[in-house]
């Protein structure tokens, strides 16, 4: 068996797989204009990738705070747009793009991922090609409504408020998911792995989304998204573990 990799970020050695102990999340999807996703996505150099479809005309755009508590990469809040794309192995269909939205498999393009971690910044970029800047978050993943907002430079990115889901029984995770990432016109695919669960309420619609006036809020407002969120999520565990990228 070969030994694992080792990437050297900032004089820190980080060990593959990358381990995420403890996180929590918001999450709200909304319905996209699929060809402003494909224009999107042929802009950011992944051409070869394309929206995945959940009905004629229409793609997902999946908003996601994130709060890592502990971790290899050290305690860090993340906003990522992730626009959600057609897995090359799978059926193009409208029913089998369903599936995969309401069993959380689907492939996604990490299209936009401010932090608040120089450390973070640098192995994300580094190590998986993740589009990592430096941003100012104020979060609250305590209240019955939970909430997030994300500017860079005093300039208001994205808003997002959640209203209280219906519980959903804790899962044993485990689960094989794939991301890929675009940066500096070079293509990855990052396979990752979701572990435990807990704490996970889900609703369809009670998301509140407001844009402000930064460039990637203009570019959210291009995609044409949906006034209701079609689903929204809060997580109050999960653990991950992050595989080396692969060039595409």
């Given at each position: ?19 995420v ?13 699929a ?32 709060d ?118 070079k293509?990855r ?60």
């Amino acid at each position: 068996m070969s030994s694992p990799s080792t990437h050297t970020v900032a004089g820190t050695t980080l060990t593959i797989p990358v381990e995420v102990r403890d996180a929590r999340c918001i999450a709200a999807g909304f319905t996209a204009d699929a060809d402003a996703m494909a224009r999107t996505i042929a802009a950011s150099g992944a051409s070869p990738l394309r929206p995945l479809r959940i009905r004629p005309g229409r793609g997902m755009v999946m908003l996601v705070f994130v709060d890592y508590v502990d971790g290899d990469l050290g305690p860090y809040n993340e906003f990522g747009v992730c626009l959600l794309v057609e897995n090359p192995t799978a059926p193009a269909s409208p029913l089998s793009a369903l599936g995969s939205v309401v069993r959380g498999d689907a492939h996604a393009l990490i299209h936009r991922l401010p932090v608040d971690g120089e450390f973070t910044r640098q192995a994300g970029r580094g190590i998986w090609g993740f589009p990592k800047f430096l941003a100012d978050f104020d979060v609250d993943h305590d209240g019955s409504r939970k909430r997030g907002s994300v500017s860079e430079d005093g300039r208001l990115i994205a808003a997002l408020e959640t209203a209280p889901g219906l519980p959903v029984p804790a899962a044993p995770g485990d689960a094989e998911l794939t991301a890929y990432s675009c940066l500096d016109g070079k293509l990855r695919s990052i396979p990752w792995r979701l572990g435990s669960l807990s704490g996970v309420r889900a609703r369809i619609g009670g998301a509140t989304l407001t844009l402000g006036g930064h460039p990637i809020a203009d570019e959210l407002r291009g995609l044409k998204l949906a006034r209701h969120a079609a689903i929204t999520m809060s997580v109050g565990h999960l653990a991950m573990t992050f595989d080396d990228a692969t060039d595409l």
